[in-house]
């Protein structure tokens, strides 16, 4: 009986811990959704500044409905919120963990931790300063230089003489249609948030490739052969992420090329000299 109630008593102090683990990074959350609905203007002037370039310095955003810009800034502060709270939650995760681990473990972890932050803000300052102005102003640009023209009309009006008439000075003119951009604020900030995400998240693919070496899940030579798969699968991922205009998916696909190769580099380098010390 006294070695049950003493295997139980760890167990139970490990579920206290999580739940206080749990509890404390709820707070942060809440905490950073707090302090960027605070700051919600400026937020949205920092997410709606890469617009500007295309939209000749004043972007401007619409809403279709009186509730829509309230549950935008909802949406904004909390997917905010949760990204500034990530160093607390990462602490707690790390605090939950690092009795039961050793100390090079806690290094190895510490240094994920880290390095996985780091490149996900990489990943996103990326984006937000490189790739979205141009991308927007490509794709912007390129509706209003390339409208329609009502030539087709007279065609239509071949085949269909029958049931409706088009005006014919109209179609002799060939008036070009014009084309106007009107940005809704929720599809924009779903979108710019969502392309910012995606730009995190790939730019960790560094911290996969070197935990895969290091635990020999795959090897350097092996990642080299995959090389010419890997340059198809970026230009599909970026194609799947990014808005449908080349230069952006360019703009993603290239780095995710180079961090594949220069990934690869360290971690062969980190093996060789593990190879070399045993």
């Known amino acids: 009986m006294t070695d049950s109630n003493e295997q139980k008593q760890p167990l139970v102090s490990h579920f206290r811990e999580l739940g206080y683990r749990i509890?404390?990074?709820?707070?942060?959350?809440?905490?950073?959704?707090?302090?960027?609905?605070?700051?919600?203007?400026?937020?949205?002037?920092?997410?709606?500044?890469?617009?500007?370039?295309?939209?000749?310095?004043?972007?401007?955003?619409?809403?279709?409905?009186?509730?829509?810009?309230?549950?935008?800034?909802?949406?904004?502060?909390?997917?905010?919120?949760?990204?500034?709270?990530?160093?607390?939650?990462?602490?707690?995760?790390?605090?939950?963990?690092?009795?039961?681990?050793k100390k090079k473990e806690k290094k190895v972890l510490v240094g994920i931790a880290f390095f996985s932050f780091f490149f996900f803000s990489a990943g996103v300052l990326f984006a937000y300063y490189l790739v979205f102005p141009y991308g927007f102003k490509f794709l912007i640009s390129f509706a209003e230089s390339s409208p329609g023209s009502l030539r087709l009309l007279s065609v239509l009006n071949d085949i269909f003489k029958d049931v409706y008439q088009v005006?014919?000075?109209?179609?002799?003119?060939?008036?070009?249609?014009?084309?106007?951009?009107?940005?809704?604020?929720?599809?924009?900030?779903?979108?710019?948030?969502?392309?910012?995400?995606?730009?995190?998240?790939?730019?960790?693919?560094?911290?996969?490739?070197?935990?895969?070496?290091?635990?020999?899940?795959?090897?350097?030579?092996?990642?080299?052969?995959?090389?010419?798969?890997f340059v198809v699968l970026s230009f599909g991922i970026s194609a799947f992420l990014t808005p449908p205009d080349i230069i952006t998916q360019i703009m993603m696909a290239v780095p995710l090329i180079s961090m594949y190769i220069a990934s690869t580099l360290v971690a062969w380098l980190v093996l060789h000299r593990r190879q070399k010390r045993d």
């Open 167 to 229: 005006n014919a000075q109209l179609v002799a003119s060939s008036v070009k249609v014009s084309l106007t951009p009107t940005i809704m604020m929720g599809d924009y900030l779903k979108l710019i948030i969502n392309l910012l995400l995606a730009f995190g998240i790939v730019f960790e693919m560094p911290i996969l490739i070197f935990f895969l070496v290091v635990n020999e899940l795959v090897t350097p030579r092996g990642l080299f052969k995959f090389f010419k798969y």
């Open 23 to 101: 509890k404390m990074i709820f707070i942060w959350v809440l905490i950073g959704f707090g302090v960027a609905y605070y700051f919600k203007d400026e937020v949205m002037n920092w997410l709606v500044a890469p617009l500007a370039p295309a939209m000749k310095g004043r972007p401007g955003l619409h809403f279709f409905s009186p509730v829509e810009p309230f549950f935008a800034y909802l949406k904004m502060s909390l997917k905010v919120g949760v990204f500034f709270s990530l160093p607390a939650v990462f602490y707690h995760i790390w605090a939950f963990l690092a009795p039961g681990l």
